[in-house]
């Protein structure tokens, strides 16, 4: 069973800092991409940012230059390092992960965390 366990979020300030941390776990043959996406109450998940296999990033442009995206790749752990929080960055963030299971799978699977809630207070 492929899991990820997402940790990090909580209640902070407007202009301040936090970091989210997720961990794959279980039978993963190679991991495509890690990426963190967000919803806000009433509105649509949106892209936040991605990293994938060979190091190529994506931010959504509403949090470039503020949030920066690692990954571990020894652990399978994708980082986001939030920085000058606004409270329009108030959401639940979601963990994602494109990967395979097995070296002859044919397409990749995709997973999703559960989620986990920041809350920026102005």
């Known amino acids: 069973q492929v899991q990820l366990a997402e940790s990090g979020g909580g209640l902070v300030q407007a202009g301040a800092s936090s970091e989210l941390s997720c961990a794959a776990s279980?039978?993963?043959?190679?991991?495509?991409?890690l990426g963190w996406y967000r919803q806000a109450p009433g509105k649509q998940r949106e892209l936040v940012s991605t990293?994938?296999?060979?190091?190529?990033?994506n931010y959504a442009d509403s949090v470039k230059g503020r949030f920066t995206i690692s990954r571990d790749n020894a652990k399978n752990t994708v980082y986001l390092r939030m920085n000058n929080l606004k409270p329009e960055d108030t959401a639940v963030y979601f963990c994602?992960?494109?990967?395979?299971?097995?070296?002859?799978?044919?397409?990749?699977?995709?997973?999703w965390g559960q989620g986990t809630q920041v809350t920026v207070s102005s």
């Open positions: 994602h992960m494109l990967f395979y299971r097995t070296y002859s799978q044919m397409g990749h699977d995709e997973l």
């Open positions: 279980g039978r993963v043959f190679a991991i495509v991409e």
């Open positions: 990293i994938n296999a060979g190091g190529g990033i």
